[in-house]
Every structure is written in C-alpha cells, then in structure tokens.
C-alpha cells in the first residue's frame, strides 16, 4: 500500500481505493464497454461478490504504482488508441487523487463486443 508520512501522521491507501478510481476512469474511456478478468475463477468470484473492482489488479512494488486493466472493447474501434487513452486516463486520475505517481497501466483486451446499432 502507498504510504505516505509527514510530521502530522501517516496516511495508508489500500490497493482497493486505487482499483475503485481505476474502475471509475476506465469506465470513462471511448471504446470501452465493459470490464473482464483476468481469468474464469476469478471471473465467477467476482461475480458473485457484486465487486466494484472488478477487471482491475494493483501492485504496489516498492513506491511505484502498476495498474493492470482487462477490458472488453467495442468492435471497430482502434485498439491501440482505446489502450492508450486507458491508460492516459487512469494515470491521470490516479494521480491526481493520490499525488503519487503511476509508474505503469498494463491494458489487457480480453474480448470485443459487437454493438447492437447497425
């Protein structure tokens, strides 16, 4: 967990709360239509939990946030440009309600989904 002391006190942030402004940012994205997760147990688990969190992981190496995200992404769009405005979007809005930095945002398509506009 990111820590962060002064002469006032010590302020602990759990991985959780970062997850949750990550679900949040992401949930901004064009292209992005749902979250997924990483695997199939962990995608019945959460399922069953009602986890807002839900397609994010955090690990908190040393003082370096990285941020993985697995999304579904509309068909059609340009991957390379919906990963990227991901991870732009979740770096920025971690950052600034943290005032830590990201060190990375690892975006993970699992799936595309087609629209049902035609």
């Known amino acids: 967990m990111p820590v962060q002391e002064d002469s006032r006190g010590r302020i602990d942030i759990s991985s959780a709360t970062i997850a949750t402004i990550t679900n949040q940012a992401v949930h901004q994205c064009y292209g992005v239509v749902g979250m997924s997760s990483k695997n199939l147990v962990n995608g019945i688990a959460q399922l069953l939990s009602r986890d807002n969190r839900r397609g994010v992981e955090v ?40 005032g830590l930095p990201v060190h990375a945002v690892n975006v993970y398509v699992q799936g595309l989904r087609m629209s049902d506009r035609q």
């Open 59 to 98: 690990r908190v190496e040393g003082e370096q946030i990285v941020i993985d995200v697995y999304v579904i992404v509309e068909y059609g769009v340009r991957l390379r440009v919906v990963a990227e405005s991901i991870q732009n979007t979740v770096k920025f809005h971690v950052e600034k309600a943290l």
